[in-house]
């Protein structure tokens, strides 16, 4: 048996799961429910369909890779999806093995690490001001933009002055590939796919509500805790990023962030940087995981 580098208690283990429901159970909940009844919510249920992790695994606990628990029968018929991931369970305690992670997964893990140590490595860019949001609706009709049944906060002439007016400078691939093709042009930069290690940086809105994205694909050994967490910065990550929009979202709750004003652009900046300060100590512990999955450490 590999031992592991920590055993948690079960009153530890169980703070921790408990604190990871707290963090994601309502929003999760509540996109099945939605669901269920064909209902779409414009801001949330991004955090469920262009990010993959399902409701269902988000709320079900596991340790990272090198934690054992000790667990119960009981345990186990409360959690069974325990025993549906690879395990060791030895003397009352489970963990992860390690012996059964895919090749491709550990592949996948060093590129990971890669992207976040690039990214730590380069300067932050301020200023894009959520431009991205408005560049996927320029020159489209009302019946063309993606949220349909939500208004415009501007009419379609007033929306492309303002983006017209203005500096794009987006980084980001998945972003920049739904700009409107008579938006592109005005992006100063021209990422692709193949160009992510070299142009995501610490600064972008996206890039650091992607470290979910990461840490869910890095699941189950991964552990939840981190990825609870992921979770809830891209949750603060989609607040600010649709309410700076050009979508009127109040009937909603998410009052506008106006950036076609200066000081709605001041606004956007400072949340900005407060979520890229976040991200920061997220990305440093997924580096560090992801580094010990690929065999980096």
Same mark, same amino acid.
């Given at each position: 048996?590999?031992?592991?580098?920590?055993?948690?208690?079960?009153?530890?283990?169980?703070?921790?799961?408990?604190?990871?429901?707290?963090?994601?159970?309502?929003?999760?909940?509540?996109?099945?429910?939605?669901?269920?009844?064909?209902?779409?919510?414009?801001?949330?249920?991004?955090?469920?369909?262009?990010?993959?992790?399902?409701?269902?695994?988000?709320?079900?606990?596991?340790?990272?890779?090198?934690?054992?628990?000790?667990?119960?029968?009981?345990?186990?018929?409360?959690?069974?999806?325990?025993?549906?991931?690879?395990?060791? =369970?030895?003397?009352?305690?489970?963990? +992860? %093995?390690? !012996? $059964?992670? /895919?090749?491709?997964? &550990?592949? *996948?893990?060093?590129?990971?690490?890669?992207?976040?140590?690039?990214?730590?490595?380069?300067?932050?860019?301020?200023?894009?001001?959520?431009?991205?949001?408005?560049?996927?609706?320029?020159?489209?009709?009302?019946?063309?933009?993606?949220?349909?049944?939500?208004?415009?906060?501007?009419?379609?002439?007033?929306?492309?002055?303002?983006?017209?007016?203005?500096?794009?400078?987006?980084?980001?691939?998945?972003?920049?590939?739904?700009?409107?093709?008579?938006?592109?042009?005005?992006?100063?930069?021209?990422?692709?796919?193949?160009?992510?290690?070299?142009?995501?940086?610490?600064?972008?809105?996206?890039?650091?509500?992607?470290?979910?994205?990461?840490?869910?694909?890095?699941?189950?050994?991964?552990?939840?805790?981190?990825?609870?967490?992921?979770?809830? =910065?891209?949750?603060?990550?989609?607040? +600010? %990023?649709? !309410? $700076?929009? /050009?979508?009127?979202? &109040?009937? *909603?709750?998410?009052?506008?962030?106006?950036?076609?004003?200066?000081?709605?652009?001041?606004?956007?900046?400072?949340?900005?940087?407060?979520?890229?300060?976040?991200?920061?100590?997220?990305?440093?512990?997924?580096?560090?995981?992801?580094?010990?999955?690929?065999?980096?450490?």
């Amino acid at each position: 048996m590999t031992m592991p580098d920590q055993t948690w208690t079960a009153p530890q283990w169980k703070a921790r799961r408990a604190a990871n429901l707290a963090r994601v159970q309502s929003l999760a909940d509540a996109f099945v429910q939605r669901r269920s009844l064909g209902e779409k919510h414009p801001v949330y249920d991004f955090l469920f369909t262009y990010y993959t992790f399902s409701a269902a695994k988000l709320k079900q606990w596991l340790p990272p890779l090198g934690v054992g628990i000790e667990v119960s029968a009981a345990d186990l018929v409360e959690m069974p999806w325990l025993l549906t991931v690879p395990v060791i =369970h030895e003397d009352g305690v489970l963990q +992860l %093995d390690d !012996r $059964a992670i /895919p090749p491709q997964r &550990r592949g *996948l893990a060093r590129w990971v690490a890669t992207l976040c140590g690039n990214i730590q490595n380069r300067a932050p860019r301020f200023g894009c001001y959520g431009l991205h949001e408005w560049a996927m609706v320029y020159k489209q009709s009302r019946e063309q933009v993606r949220h349909q049944g939500n208004e415009l906060r501007l009419s379609p002439a007033e929306l492309a002055a303002f983006v017209e007016s203005q500096p794009i400078g987006c980084s980001h691939y998945d972003a920049f590939r739904f700009f409107t093709p008579e938006a592109r042009p005005f992006n100063v930069l021209q990422p692709v796919l193949e160009t992510r290690l070299e142009m995501e940086q610490g600064a972008c809105l996206h890039a650091n509500m992607d470290l979910y994205k990461w840490a869910g694909k890095l699941w189950p050994w991964i552990g939840s805790d981190l990825i609870g967490e992921c979770f809830a =910065h891209a949750c603060e990550g989609r607040d +600010l %990023d649709m !309410r $700076a929009s /050009p979508y009127d979202l &109040r009937h *909603l709750g998410f009052e506008p962030l106006c950036i076609e004003t200066a000081r709605g652009r001041d606004l956007y900046e400072a949340g900005q940087r407060s979520l890229a300060e976040k991200a920061a100590g997220l990305r440093e512990r997924l580096k560090l995981a992801a580094a010990r999955l690929g065999g980096m450490s």
